[in-house]
């Protein structure tokens, strides 16, 4: 914010701000459009209201970059501002012209540069249709599937007087909730009793807080019924529990082993070139957006697909499953305890391996495992967790092992850059509502990077927002080298090191000592500044972490590196 669109906008801000102290939107000052926008994608994502973000036409616009595209398939609700240059020339009109830029940055058609992303984009026309303009985006930003929603208004509009009026915003509501019919539930249902290998698979289920508790009935109530997470976005499903198959980011054997498959509230089931469902497999899709609108390729088979909310569709399921007699005396057949205590078996198992992935290697160095382990040692039960882990994310969540609803949220995205700012929003979110939760990132070296730390941490400092970030030094981009390797299995990148592919980072950056450098002196007025550490061993990692949770307990924020073994 605080471009040459925005004159009329600060003064109105002030106004209200003396006017209206008790209602007035909170305004945070944030150097990096990314970061803004990610705060704000935090924020709604742990509360699911709309938050604000205004930045500068259209170089504010593209600056917003893949924030836009995270929020877009995080599914976030956020209403972008962005000026326009003014029109006018001559000074006729209150905002006209007055400096260099208004013309240069005069782009033919801005609202294309996020249009494609967005649920909804508009123009503010006149100062008499402004607050109806703002409620129908809020209306779109609300709807599911939620997401962004962008508007433009010129100098000369935002200065325009015009006399007062009121909305009613209660006539502006978003979209309800929609219901599976009759016949759906009945054959969903049907479906899942009968299916002697039934599986869901899930994204963003968890966003509502209350679909955890849903399918875990659901589960119980089928056993063998096996939930399978591919978007790692949300905790949608205990991992405590015996028919968890946990996080894979779409690969996972078990869709090659299924015969039923439901999908609830997912972008991406499986991929298709690497494990295809069975041919005789059946499908069922519910999801706000099961067709996938926003992607302009999306093939995946079903039987059955409906538009729904998926609370309202698993409590339809659950309460069929309990009141069909049918039904009830079919689950009653020993077949189906076998295949929960079968269930159980293998889930012990799989979390036994978790315990030997956690171990450090023999001369102390650490791992993923050995770090995500750690993490769940050191902070509170209840903590919250913000994932931008990337290649590691899958052995973070193995060992993270989350259970409560809205303890975990991964980048809904591809844009690399999200937790940093989206940590701080979670925070405040929590802080707003009361309930403020000790508050995790966990990031890659390169995400941590793209976050635009030198913004994070100053937000983080001036506004005493204390969060702990752990950054995975693994000295480079090992994204590129796996998607590389299953392109080019027995390439010459196969044996090649990172440099040669130009993607390490060596030598590393201080990557805890760039957040201190950000953060300043001191930390929201306290004495003692962000706590900063490195760990090369396992050893250091226990005593650096202690540290840093007790730092961000105190009201500091803390960054803490953790090298990695297994770099250049």
């Known amino acids: 914010m605080g471009g040459s669109d925005h004159p009329s906008l600060i003064e ?86 007055t400096e260099y830029q208004h ?164 972008d991406v089931p499986w991929i298709p070139s690497r494990n295809p469902p069975r041919k005789d497999a059946r499908f069922y899709h519910i999801d706000a957006d099961p067709l996938n609108c926003m992607m302009s390729n999306s093939h995946f088979p079903a039987h059955g697909r409906w538009k729904a909310d998926s609370y309202t569709a698993l409590t339809q399921l659950n309460t069929h499953l309990q009141e069909n007699p049918a039904l009830i005396e079919a689950l009653k057949h020993p077949v189906y305890a076998q295949r929960g205590q079968l269930l159980a078996n293998q889930h012990a198992t799989r979390r036994a391996s978790f315990t030997e992935l956690a171990a450090p290697r023999d001369n102390g160095t650490i791992t993923a495992d050995h770090v995500g382990a750690a993490i769940k040692s050191a902070v509170p039960p209840d903590t919250v967790f913000v994932i931008e ?44 509502r009361g309930r403020p939760k000790f508050v995790c990132a966990v990031v890659g070296d390169g995400a941590f990077l793209f976050s635009v730390p030198g913004s994070v941490y100053w937000i983080a400092a001036r506004y005493s927002i204390p969060v702990l970030t752990v950054v995975l030094n693994n000295k480079g981009w090992n994204a590129p080298r796996k998607s590389l390797e299953l392109v ?39 004495k003692e500044g962000l706590f900063a550490g490195r760990a090369d061993n396992a050893q250091e990692l226990k005593e650096v972490l202690a540290r840093a949770v007790r730092a961000v307990e105190e009201g500091r924020g803390a960054v803490v590196e953790a090298v990695l073994d297994g770099g250049e």
């Open 103 to 266: 013309w240069i940055q005069d782009a033919v058609d801005q609202k294309s540069i996020v249009s494609q992303y967005c649920r909804y984009v508009g123009d503010l026309r006149t100062g008499r249709t402004v607050k109806q303009t703002v409620a129908r985006a809020l209306q779109f930003a609300m709807s599911d599937p939620k997401g962004p929603v962008y508007l433009t208004g010129a100098r000369e509009i935002m200065a325009e007087e015009i006399e007062p009026y009121e909305v009613d915003q209660e006539q502006y509501g978003p979209i309800g909730p929609a219901a599976l019919p009759a016949k759906a539930v009945s054959d969903v249902a049907n479906a899942l009793v009968n299916a002697k290998n039934p599986l869901i698979i899930t994204g963003y289920t968890g966003r509502n807080h209350a679909n955890p508790s849903q399918l875990v009935q659901l589960a119980d109530t089928v056993p063998g019924l096996r939930v399978f997470d591919t978007g790692g976005s949300d905790m949608c499903f205990p991992s405590t529990h015996r028919a968890s198959l946990g996080f894979r980011f779409s690969f996972d054997k078990a869709t090659t082993e299924a015969d039923l498959i439901l999908i609830i509230d997912c």
């Open 389 to 432: 882990a990337v290649t590691c994310a899958v052995q973070i969540s193995d060992q993270l092992q989350t259970s409560i609803p809205g303890t975990w949220l991964n980048c809904g995205g591809a844009g690399l850059g999200w937790s940093g700012g989206a940590a701080l929003g979670v925070r405040l979110a929590l802080e707003a």
């Open 488 to 526: 080019h299995p027995a390439g010459l990148a196969s044996t090649s090191p990172n440099k040669a592919l130009h993607i390490s980072f060596e030598p590393s950056p201080d990557y805890s000592g760039i957040a201190k450098a950000a953060a300043g002196k001191t930390f929201g007025g306290m």
């Open 12 to 97: 109105a801000i002030l106004k209200g701000q003396r006017e209206r102290k008790d209602t007035f939107p909170k305004i945070y000052t944030c150097p990096s459009e990314m970061v803004a926008m990610s705060m704000a994608d935090g924020w709604a994502r742990v509360t699911g209201r709309p938050q604000a973000v205004i930045v500068h036409v259209d170089v504010g616009t593209q600056a917003l970059g893949c924030a836009v595209h995270n929020a877009s398939c995080g599914r976030a609700p956020v209403l972008i501002f962005a000026g326009l240059c003014p029109f006018t020339e001559d000074g006729g009109l209150p905002g006209s012209r």
